[in-house]
């Protein structure tokens, strides 16, 4: 919730006045505070209780609870927010100085990279478990070998021994994503049959 709710904070904290450019943000504050109280259960007052709650654009027509508990839902998401809000000025009241020379940075720049954040603040305050360039290493080559462990061979999808070996990688990711799906699908019917019966 503080990352979404940074940008009107920023304004708030830096421009001294708020814009309806975060009027999204606030939109998906409000949904995940909603669905953390009244779907998953995480405040105390309302205590382990799950109501689902209409999507955006229906209705709804049959009320799952009170009144009174409709108002603590909204008097909990109303302290949910606040409490977020609150965290998120300070971090950035606390960082005023860092904001201010990636907000000068963004004005020479449109785009930062890791680089950049880096020369501006510094290395992160804890060490990373693995680097960019090891995650996307191998990543993205038409020669990439996708074929599947020998120990592996046939297991949900996978080309069993004496099939055919694709000769497009791609087409074949799609036709294993698909067997795999089907599968998924076949197994979540019949346990929906099993559990009905």
């Known amino acids: 919730m503080c990352a979404m709710l940074g940008g009107r904070v920023g304004e708030q904290l830096f421009f001294r006045r708020v814009t309806t450019g975060a009027q999204d943000d606030l939109r998906k504050v409000n949904q995940s505070a909603y669905a953390q109280i009244a779907q998953f259960g995480i405040s105390e007052k309302l205590g382990q ?26 008097e909990e998401v109303r302290r949910l927010i606040g409490s977020a809000h609150a965290r998120t000025l300070d971090r950035l009241t606390c960082c005023h100085e860092q904001v201010d020379k990636v907000a000068r940075r963004l004005l020479e720049k449109k785009v930062l990279e890791r680089a950049d954040m880096v020369e501006l603040l510094g290395l992160r305050p804890f060490a990373e478990k693995i680097t960019y360039k090891e995650l996307v ?59 009905c019966s």
């Not at 209409?54 to 909204?74: H, M, N, R, W, Y």
Request: net charge negative.
């Open 49 to 74: 209780v799950s109501f689902d709650l209409p999507c955006p654009g229906e209705t709804l027509v049959e009320k799952l609870f009170s009144e009174a508990t409709a108002q603590l839902i909204d």
């Open 137 to 195: 290493e191998g990543t993205g080559s038409l020669e990439e070998d996708t074929a599947l462990p020998e120990g592996l061979q046939g297991w949900r999808g996978g080309p069993a021994a004496g099939e055919l070996e694709w000769e497009n990688p791609y087409l074949k990711k799609i036709i294993i994503t698909l067997r795999m799906k089907a599968k998924d699908s076949r197994e979540v019917i019949q346990n929906n049959i099993d559990f």
